[in-house]
Every structure is written in structure tokens, then in C-alpha cells.
């Protein structure tokens, strides 16, 4: 009768009767180490080499990626520019979650504080000069924007001359409100434009959307002449935060898109705001065009709700309904411009300050403090040595398009 054969040893006696050999073998005689304990130490080396070799590898990318952005031109805060990296490096859903994780809902009710009831009543003194001094057609001047909030403030929503023009009239002018009704302790801040005396050009940053253009990426000495304006551009077209394209000199950087609220320049210096492909299309006298998500006042209609909205409208960043730093731009009845910013925004307050302003059409521009700007300049007056006057109090300094900058931006000289 043929024996029963017997079972194959497992893998697990197998290697631990081969411990048991080689310990046997030890010729210093130390007491073999239990095969259980040797396994788990050996597991630990391998978890704790791949943890080296992970944090090796984050050190090293991080390393190299994040340097160019420290490193940079320009006047962007160490903040904004890791920001910047993260969000270039597969990371915007992190900064997105942190910036609406840390929000803080601006507080409602209150009074303005002496500084801003003194910069309203500046605006009722008229420093640039009476009216009845200058030299004013019934065209020439905005309306002023009548308040949202109850209670009289003096100088609120009153336009005053913030750059005396050529010929001795206002050409750009700036007001100040609180932005609704809820939040007055708070300003946002209007200027505006005279359409007839500016000419507008769209300046490409040496990022957004990067390459190599006929306009400078900063305010060169040869554009310091006549200089009256700039302000901030919108959302990053590259990835794609704006939802939009970005054309100038005959070039595409970043392909336009029917339907977006767009910046339209012409050749002549003129400037129209409106939907790309429905009021606004390529013609041969188009020079540059800025696109930036959905139209927010849309034939003298605001387009969002206090609450709604989509990502098309307010970007798929921080939520349209926070109050945060915005800015938008809009074309009036007339033709002029109009900019709108300030510190505690919501899309809807933008959008209702548009309009308001005078805005026909009008679109978000940036967001967040350290990217909206918009200052005058004496470039009339005294062009080799520019002071350049904030409308409020954003981060960015009074003269940071004097260096380059990296993300687009709009120059305003006066005809």
C-alpha cells in the first residue's frame, strides 16, 4: 500500500526553518532573533524608506517648481505667489477649499469711521476744483449714483474730477457709496471714464497669458506720457479660470468663446464691453480681446441673484455669494466707462453697482485683494515722474504696473 504523502510545507515554515538554519550558523554566538520580529523590522524599513523616498521626491518638486514664482518680476506678495504655484501645479481645489474655509462674513450694520466720512466729504468740496471752474458740457460729467443705503451721508455717490483733461474738463472722475444696504461701514468705490477724451489699450502680462507681444507687460517710460489710468484684468486664461480667450495684435493666445463677456479694444483706442459673438465680433479694426466668465449686467439688466449664479458667472474660485475684494468694468449708454471695486464685494453688489453706475453691459473683472488695482495718474502734468493715486485701499502698491507684471492689465492715456 502506497504511503500517504505529506502536506508541502508553507511558505511561512519554509522561511522561518531557514532563519532557524542561519541563526544556527551565527558564529558570535548571539541568541537567534525571533522570524516574527525580524519580518515586522524588516516591513517597517521598507514603509519607512518609501515615506524617505516621497518626501524626498515633494522636497525636490517643490524645490524646483516653486522658486521661478518667488523669483519672479513684479510686486506680488510672497502669499499670492505661492497661491499662484499651487494653483499652476494641480493644487486649486486646495486653495479654493482653504480661501472659502478661512472666509469671514464682513459684519453687517454699523457706521463709516471718521476716515471714510472724510474722504466722502472731499468728495462733496470738489478738491480738483469747482465745477463752475471748468470747462463742462452736460456730456462730459456722470451722474451721481444715488445710495443704497438708508441715512444721508454727505458726499455719497458723488462723482468728483480725479484728472483734468487738455482742454480743462474732467476725463476721469470717482465716487464713493456703501455697496448696499446691509453693509454700511463699508465703501466700494466708482470711477469713471470719458469715453471721447481716453484711448484704451489691453496690456498681456508675461504670464497671462504669457509669450511675447507688441505691448509692454508694464508702464514703460515711452507710455508714461499722457497716462491717466490703469486697472486690473480679469480671471487667468491659461488654465482656463477666466472660461474665456484672449486675442491681441492678430494673435490667439487662449481662443475666444462665443457667448463670454468680453473687453473689446479697437484700433482707434476705443473700448466696448458686451457678449463676445452676439454684440461684439472680430472686425479689421479690433485690436485686443479680454474675455472674463458671463456678462453680469446684460442690455441694462443684472443677470445673477443675491444667492444664484453658476461657476460661468462668478468662476469656479471662492463663492459668488462671499463678500470679498472684486472689481468688474462696464460700458455705458453713451459710450464712457465705468469701474467698479472694493473690498467686500458679493457678485450680485458688483453687478447692482454696475448698473447703477450708468453700466449698459458690464463684467467681473479679478477678485481678491491682491490682484484688483485701479489708479490715476498726473501723466498730463508731469510724465518723467508719475504719482500714481490709489481709488481705494487694495494691496497691490500705487505703482505696480510700473514693473512688470504677470497678469494682463489696462492702460488708459488721454487723446
Do not use: C
Request: hydrophobic share 35%.
Amino acid at each position: 500500500m502506497n504511503p500517504v504523502p505529506e502536506p508541502d510545507a508553507s511558505v511561512a515554515e519554509v522561511e522561518n526553518e531557514a532563519e532557524a538554519q542561519t541563526a544556527e550558523r551565527r558564529p558570535d554566538g548571539e541568541k537567534p532573533q525571533d522570524p516574527k520580529k525580524a519580518r515586522r523590522k524588516r516591513r517597517r524599513r521598507y514603509v519607512l524608506r518609501g515615506l524617505l523616498a516621497v518626501f524626498v521626491l515633494v522636497v525636490g518638486y517643490v524645490g524646483v517648481t516653486l522658486p521661478p514664482y518667488l523669483t519672479a518680476p513684479g510686486t506680488d506678495p510672497f502669499a499670492a505667489r505661492v497661491a499662484e504655484w499651487a494653483r499652476d501645479h494641480h493644487m486649486g481645489m486646495l486653495v479654493t477649499w482653504l480661501e472659502n474655509e478661512t472666509y469671514t462674513a464682513p459684519a453687517t450694520g454699523g457706521k463709516l469711521n471718521s476716515g471714510q466720512l472724510a474722504q466722502l466729504k472731499s468728495k462733496n468740496q470738489d478738491t480738483s476744483g469747482t465745477r463752475e471752474n471748468l470747462k463742462l458740457a452736460p456730456a462730459d460729467s456722470p451722474a451721481n449714483i444715488t445710495p443704497f443705503a438708508s441715512g444721508s451721508v454727505p458726499g455719497e455717490g458723488v462723482f468728483s474730477p480725479a484728472v483734468i483733461g487738455p482742454l480743462g474738463n474732467p476725463i476721469v472722475e470717482t465716487a464713493a457709496l456703501r455697496p448696499d444696504a446691509e453693509h454700511t461701514s463699508n465703501l466700494a468705490y466708482v470711477a469713471w471714464l470719458n469715453q471721447h477724451a481716453l484711448s484704451f489699450t489691453l496690456n498681456p502680462g508675461y504670464d497671462q497669458p504669457g509669450g511675447t507681444w507688441a505691448e509692454p507687460d508694464y508702464i514703460s517710460p515711452s507710455m508714461r506720457d499722457r497716462l491717466v489710468a490703469t486697472w486690473n484684468g480679469g480671471f487667468k486664461v491659461s488654465p482656463d479660470d477666466a472660461m474665456g480667450g484672449f486675442y491681441e495684435d492678430g494673435r490667439t493666445a487662449v481662443p475666444l468663446v462665443d457667448g463670454k463677456a468680453a473687453e473689446v479694444f479697437y484700433k482707434d483706442g476705443t473700448l466696448k464691453i458686451g457678449a463676445w459673438g452676439r454684440d461684439l465680433s472680430m472686425t479689421p479694426d479690433v485690436a485686443a480681446v479680454r474675455e472674463n466668465l458671463n456678462l453680469l449686467v446684460d442690455d441694462g439688466n443684472v443677470t445673477v441673484g443675491e444667492y444664484d449664479g453658476s461657476g460661468a458667472d462668478w468662476g469656479y474660485t471662492i463663492r459668488g455669494w462671499y463678500y470679498i475684494a472684486r472689481s468688474g468694468v462696464g460700458v455705458t449708454a453713451k459710450g464712457d466707462i465705468v469701474y467698479v471695486g472694493g473690498t467686500e464685494l458679493s457678485v450680485y453688489t458688483l453687478a447692482k453697482l454696475l448698473k447703477a453706475a450708468g453700466a449698459v453691459y458690464g463684467m467681473e473683472l479679478d477678485i481678491n485683494p491682491d490682484w484688483t488695482s485701479f489708479m490715476t495718474y498726473d501723466g498730463l502734468r508731469n510724465p518723467q515722474n508719475l504719482t500714481a493715486t490709489k481709488l481705494w485701499d487694495f494691496n497691490p502698491p500705487a505703482d505696480r504696473y510700473f514693473s512688470p507684471s504677470d497678469r494682463d492689465f489696462v492702460s488708459v492715456h488721454a487723446r
